[in-house]
Nanobody, 124 residues
Framework: VQLQASGGGLVQAGDSLTLSCAAS????????IAWFRQASGKEREFVAA???????YYADSVKGRFTISLDNAKNTGSLLMNNLRPEDTAVYYC???????????????????WGQGTLVTVSS
């Protein structure tokens, strides 16, 4: 599946932003989709994931502020980010894979398909 991420931008602390991940070539409906992020000088880290059965998982740092969802009709995943903080500044990547086991859902190299990154900058 080919992924196209979009929606990044420059916002102020406390603002909201929604990232989108459009899929082509294969349906999202039976895949785990996820978002990872990489801040400058840091390693890529897990943000959120949604399994094909609808269960969602979040990093502690974003729990309660971010929501991952999937629009099956549009074959597009989304990450709604509320109450953004300067420490959320990073390049955000969407990923997908049909064969993720639960214990690997937070591991970036478990995912076979990646979109290009979209930059989110949160000013204080």
């Amino acid at each position: 599946v080919q992924l196209q991420a979009s929606g990044g931008g420059l916002v102020q602390a406390g603002d909201s932003l929604t990232l989108s991940c459009a899929a082509s070539g294969r349906s999202f409906s039976r895949q785990t989709i996820a978002w990872f992020r990489q801040a400058s000088g840091k390693e890529r880290e897990f943000v959120a994931a949604r399994r094909w059965n609808g269960y969602t998982y979040y990093a502690d740092s974003v729990k309660g502020r971010f929501t991952i969802s999937l629009d099956n009709a549009k074959n597009t995943g989304s990450l709604l980010m509320n109450n953004l903080r300067p420490e959320d500044t990073a390049v955000y990547y969407c990923a997908a894979d049909p064969s993720i086991i639960l214990s690997s859902i937070r591991v970036s190299h478990s995912y076979g398909s990646w979109g290009q990154g979209t930059l989110v900058t949160v000013s204080s």
